[in-house]
């Protein structure tokens, strides 16, 4: 635990010692805010309503799902790849200690500052732009909304994980990541809510584990779903995060025999 | 003594791949990729005691650092026997990795945007160190290694030879048993280069730990170690003292002489005995086959008066020269 926390400590001093990435950091996550508010604002001016949103709930939506995106994808574990492919994961296998202590140690401290950060970024944003927000929801609904989140990011942990563990058999994991990272962040419904997709495409999305990340914690939230159903859908997230926990445990234990600490 | 580290018949191949140069190699490489097998080590064995100081030395690409990286447990060997403290060091058993260090010369192993002691102190957490044991380590190294004042600065504002001293005292403060050096000197100064050797010898004596290291000058070889292990396209040709190596590759002997101001030494009648390397008019350094070395100092006694001689075997460096450009 010791080790933990000095190695959650030492990613947070990390983060602090570039002021001016950072600035700019949280600023582009503004200026995504600014562009949505700006997108739907012109897609409402002439409809009331889009599928089962008016513009009261669309506008929920892009705030409480760029909130819940803030968490969800914020993600250091692709590091890895590229420490696997310069030679640096040796630094972490020569500790006597599990890698992933200290993967996880910097991907929980990436995930307090953005959430920290996004908290006061979207207080400030629902300000200036006056935008009204209202949660009402049940306790069961809490308790299901969490489990979805929390479902989410796992999932998400380890479908990147399992993608930088490609590092051990390709010399670049720069298209993969490219690909998946537009393929789960736009089925994931961090964009806007899936079920405004047509129909037949709306079925595909969510046959896929995407969906999970932020759209069914959006649809609890927003009450768009029937508690029977949500059950159903949290644990079938759980069967797709222990599917990809498997795989990049199965992928970290051949890479491992595959690695050649190339690059020292 | 008691054996440390054990080899048997250590095999590992890695599998790459050949691309033809140029825009069209490039283009057909994308379609068509050749396999190729290459055998970094084939079937070595070497067995090493506690507190032994051992010098791994072959030309680039012979296997050195493959070898020290499938002793460290990094590398899964393809077949052959490993045994370092006791235990297999692929299966990498904290026990196991709590005793050894890996300093690689060309890999930074601390963070880089936060000062070196920030890093120290998650290796002591990590090492399980008690805070007294921590500080009393810290301040022997920085003392050793004269570090003290730069162990607050970012480790990106640290000159290539305080990182270094940087990174050995972030692998030594756990005191490891086993000591694997990989270049540990590469880019560093003379002067540096100086200090980390007398460091590694002062750290082998305080602790009686084994040293392993491999480097590519000879200096690092010929003032730390005290056995060689040759490796040369992945099998290892030389494994004894450094003493006898030049025995056993090279005949000839270095001699130095230097004579009386009355006398004149003549280059052409020196060369009749060998290799003459350097002269002038009394001083001479000549590379004489053993087999002649009597005759040649019969005949130098009887012709000239002769103030000093020196001879010798040669260095390490020239053996190693001697070795590697006979096989070319």
Known sequence: ?264 | MTEVIKVANLVKTYTTYDKESGFWGSIKSFFYRKKKIVEAVSDISFEISQGELVGFIGPNGAGKTTTLKCLVGLLYPDSGQLSVLGFKPFERKREFLKQIAFVMGQKAQLYWDLPAFETYSLIRDIYQLSETEFKKNLDELCQLLDFSEFLNRPVRTLSLGQRMKAEIIANLLYKPKILFLDEPTIGLDVVMQDAIREFILAYNKRNNATVILTSHYMEDIDSICNRILMIDNGKLIYNGSKVDLSSKFVTEKEVNVKINLKDKLNKQLLEQFGRVVSCDQTTAKLMINRSKLNGFIKWLVDNYSILDLDIKEPDIKYVVKQVFSAKK
């Open chain 1, 1 to 264: 635990m010791k080790t933990f926390l000095t190695a959650c400590k030492l990613t947070v001093s990390e983060y602090l010692s570039y002021r001016t990435n950072f600035i700019l950091w949280r600023l582009r996550n503004f200026l995504y805010l600014f562009l949505y508010y700006n997108f739907w604002s012109a897609v409402y001016t002439y409809q009331k309503q889009i599928g089962n949103y008016n513009k009261q709930e669309i506008f929920f939506y892009f705030i409480v799902s760029f909130f819940l995106s803030d968490l969800v994808f914020s993600s250091k574990v692709f590091k890895l790849a590229a420490y696997i492919n310069s030679g640096l994961l040796s630094k972490y296998l020569i500790y006597p200690v599990s890698v992933f202590k200290l993967v996880v140690a910097e991907e929980l401290v990436d995930k307090a500052f953005n959430v920290i950060f996004s908290i006061v970024e979207v207080m400030l944003f629902v300000y200036l732009f006056k935008i009204q927000i209202f949660i009402e929801f049940s306790f069961y609904y809490l308790i299901i909304f969490l489990l979805a989140l929390i479902s989410g990011i796992l999932l998400y942990f380890f479908i990147n994980l399992s993608i930088s563990l490609l590092g051990f058999w390709t010399n670049s994991v720069w298209a993969p990541r490219f690909i998946s990272f537009i393929v789960i962040q736009g089925f994931s419904g961090a964009f806007f809510p899936l079920d405004i997709l047509p129909d037949f495409l709306y079925r595909v999305v969510n046959a896929l584990p995407f969906s999970v990340l932020i759209y069914l914690p959006m649809q609890i939230i927003q009450n768009k779903i029937n508690f029977d159903l949500a059950v159903t859908k949290v644990a079938i997230a759980f069967v797709w995060v222990f599917l990809f926990y498997a795989l990049s445990s199965f992928m970290w234990k051949k890479g491992l025999k595959n690695y050649s600490a190339y690059g020292l």
